[in-house]
């Protein structure tokens, strides 16, 4: 059986829970990381040696990192409902999961820590206007493509949708003031509506 470590709260691990979710796997969750330990543990660091979650094992195949094993996942189980392998296809999806890890994820998860992790008196305002300044940027990017179709890659929901979504969750969770985008708020609102029975919820917090 498929086994995944990790804290249910983690956006990472919730990208994973996903993908799992749509593929109906039949899985083991093993809690781990935060409150729970077990990553600095000699047994899973052999299999992360980063010491971080989400990890999975697929019948000896042990993964880490999030994007790379709801990539792995969506091959193995997912035919090509979830990333094709027309290569043309495929390219444009990891070109946008790429750059959910390389811009907008650093962006809103930095602004989810420096706000709402953070203790009211240890916030830097600065750092919190800077960050919410980059995520409106990204947000309006993503708007401006989601304004001519109506998933990131298409008419298709895919892989790339996941990271995007998971994220929003907390942006429009955590209490700060978000500028006007309407076709991200469209987006989001779609996703949840046609993924209601897998898509991240309050029970995982």
Same mark, same amino acid.
């Given at each position: 059986?498929?086994?995944?470590?990790?804290?249910?709260?983690?956006?990472? !691990?919730?990208?994973?829970?996903?993908?799992?979710?749509?593929?109906?796997?039949?899985?083991?969750?093993?809690?781990?990381?935060?409150?729970?330990?077990?990553?600095?543990?000699?047994?899973?660091?052999?299999?992360?040696?980063?010491?971080?979650?989400? !990890?999975?094992?697929?019948?000896?195949?042990?993964?880490?990192?999030?994007?790379?094993?709801?990539?792995?996942?969506?091959?193995?189980?997912?035919?090509?409902?979830?990333?094709?392998?027309?290569?043309?296809?495929?390219?444009?999806?990891?070109?946008?999961?790429?750059?959910?890890?390389?811009?907008?994820?650093?962006?809103?998860?930095?602004? *989810?820590?420096?706000?709402?992790?953070?203790?009211?008196?240890?916030?830097?305002?600065?750092?919190?206007?800077?960050?919410?300044?980059?995520?409106?940027?990204?947000?309006?990017?993503?708007?401006?493509?989601?304004?001519?179709?109506?998933?990131?890659?298409?008419?298709?929901?895919?892989?790339?949708?996941?990271?995007?979504?998971?994220?929003?969750?907390?942006? *429009?969770?955590?209490?700060?003031?978000?500028?006007?985008?309407?076709?991200?708020?469209?987006?989001?609102?779609?996703?949840?509506?046609?993924?209601?029975?897998?898509?991240?919820?309050?029970?995982? *917090?």
């Amino acid at each position: 059986m498929l086994k995944i470590w990790g804290r249910r709260s983690s956006a990472n !691990v919730q990208k994973a829970m996903w993908m799992i979710g749509e593929l109906k796997l039949s899985h083991q969750h093993i809690p781990a990381g935060g409150p729970y330990g077990v990553t600095n543990t000699p047994d899973f660091r052999a299999m992360n040696p980063n010491a971080l979650v989400p !990890v999975i094992d697929d019948d000896g195949m042990i993964m880490w990192e999030s994007n790379a094993i709801v990539r792995y996942l969506a091959a193995q189980y997912g035919g090509d409902e979830f990333w094709p392998t027309d290569p043309r296809i495929r390219a444009q999806i990891d070109q946008w999961m790429d750059w959910s890890a390389t811009v907008y994820q650093p962006h809103i998860v930095g602004l *989810f820590w420096a706000y709402w992790r953070a203790p009211a008196n240890q916030r830097n305002p600065q750092q919190i206007k800077g960050l919410q300044e980059a995520t409106a940027r990204d947000l309006m990017l993503l708007g401006r493509i989601l304004a001519e179709q109506p998933f990131i890659t298409g008419e298709q929901f895919t892989i790339a949708d996941i990271p995007i979504t998971t994220h929003l969750y907390r942006y *429009f969770t955590m209490g700060l003031p978000t500028p006007k985008l309407p076709n991200i708020e469209a987006y989001y609102a779609r996703v949840q509506e046609s993924h209601s029975e897998i898509i991240i919820s309050d029970t995982w *917090f």
